[in-house]
């Protein structure tokens, strides 16, 4: 059981995330990021299968096969394309919903923030492209939202953080993403 270093650790994260956002053009928003993270459903498992270098909901489910934490997590913060699944009364299937643009700006940030924190000293801009392309094969995401969210994750690696976070700023909408 680690509660310092994982309240550390969601701390250092949530702070990168509010800086991530304001630069984005989100930054009320991303005041509230991530806030379930400090409740006992959440902490307690993060606190007690924290690792540092990895989401702590890595190695619950590796023990038990799910995560009570992110089950929790993912149904309460609206930058996690998970939390955009919903019944389709035609197909009579649940199905991935068109994420609105400005919780992919924060999914975006997100990201980046996770990489930075996790991956430490040896973080690079090409990391959250990389971490992205490695389990895009698997993932229950819109297409429309999947697209928007790795053309700016191509961008931040060819084009660095300051170019891609003033671009991000702009878009308002999907469709206009090519400023």
Known sequence: MHPIKHFLTITHHRHKVIAHCFRAGIGFQGLFHDLSKYTLTEFIPGAKYYQGDRSPNEKERELYGYSSAWIHHKGRNRHH???????????KRIEAVRMPVKYV??????????????????????????????????RFIHKDTSDLLEGWLIMLAEKGEKETFKYIRKVKDYGNENL
């Open 81 to 91: 394309f998970e939390y955009w699944n919903d019944y389709n009364p035609k197909t």
């Open 105 to 138: 700006k924060e999914m975006f940030c997100d990201r980046v923030a996770a990489s930075k924190i996790y991956q430490g000293k040896n973080f690079n801009i090409a990391h959250p492209i990389k971490y992205f392309e490695k389990g895009k094969a698997t």
